[in-house]
């Protein structure tokens, strides 16, 4: 007897409204976008306005958004005669996040700065493919309390966080997790010691081994505070305890992160180290989209090595997963504390050795407030920042 399959509906988005195009996250959102055939109906960025000029003529959005003034004016007169309209600011991000056109908004925004447009989009209702950690480590328990409230789908586009999701699918019970396992490349700095470490070069640190990606990313990645936010970000987005987390360095970044399961079995997703698969797949989510780029071909795979990490020599991994176990405004200070700190060390105005230093001061003199409020979570972050700025020599 023949099998009949039905012939499911493809369930993807058609329209986007997409936060940050000019990163590395928001170009490689639109090469996935060229190759699904979805329409950018908003875009946004910080000031950048050649590149967004050149992506606003490509994909003809409806709306473009510059948070910064006087690049929007003169990007304002570029796209004169183009039916698109111009607008700055935070409302401007707001009104592009919540764009009525757009089906889903793709966060590609960096820092905390995503928190007010990414809220647009839950509050509007869209499925926000959520590329920002730093908004979810901050206030993850409210952006997923608003998400709820708003019936806004969320789905991470961060590789670790997407292949847990892609793992969790068909799971109906979250009792059935027993553990996360976020895998973890160990950076360019993997095996030295922490004085080592320490004396590292803005160069040095923006060398990764395995990914390309923006510069505080980068930069997270070399201290492993990327791995730290991480750790809080699946908390928030799976709803599990610290303890139900855990971390293992994977030189190879083949495994993208792992579930294991009440019943032993673990289940794990693999890929070459490529952002497009996890931003199409929120795109496309439930389904998949066909990719015309060149699979994991396992057999010329290095060999795949786990190790734990090292705590000693990476203090910001251990903060991060201390204040993960403690809970409130402590996460918004660590945050805040890595922001300004990251920034000082891209300007060279502090060594490697002082962003987990600087970040640790902030956390020993900012009290912690448990359950917080939105007010107390930016507080906490505006008072983060301005510790670490007070700290410099
Ligand atoms: P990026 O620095 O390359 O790009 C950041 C984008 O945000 C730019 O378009 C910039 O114009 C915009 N932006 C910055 N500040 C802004 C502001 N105040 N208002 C409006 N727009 C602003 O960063 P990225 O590497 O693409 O990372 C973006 C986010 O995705 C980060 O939160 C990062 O942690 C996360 N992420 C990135 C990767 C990656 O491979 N790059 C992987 C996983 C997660
Ligand atoms: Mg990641």
Redo the contacts with the bound molecule.
Sequence with gaps: MQLILPVWEVRMVNTISL????????RQTLDVCREQGVRVVAL?????IDLLEQQAREFRPRLVAV?DLEPALELAKRLTGLDIEVVYGLDG?RRAASWPESEAVVT????M?ALWPTMAAIEAGKRVAF????TLVCAGELVMDAARQFGAEIIP???EHSAIFQCLQGSRDREEIKRLILTCSGGPFFGLSREEVGKKTRADALRHPN?S?????TIDCATLMNKGLEFIEAMRLFRVTPEQVSVVIHRQSIIHSMVEFRDGAVLAQLGTPD?RLPIRYALTYPDRGKSELPGLDLLSCPPLTFAPPDLEAFPCLKMAMECARTGGTVCAVLNGANEAAVELFRREEISFGQIPQLVARALDDIPNIAHPSMEEILEADRQARECVRRRLP
């Design positions: 936060l940050g195009s000019t990163g590395s996250i928001g946004t960025a910080r000031s950048s948070y991000l590609a925004v960096v820092g700065a590329a920002n950690k730093e586009v961060d590789s990914w990606m923006g510069e505080k990313i952002m």
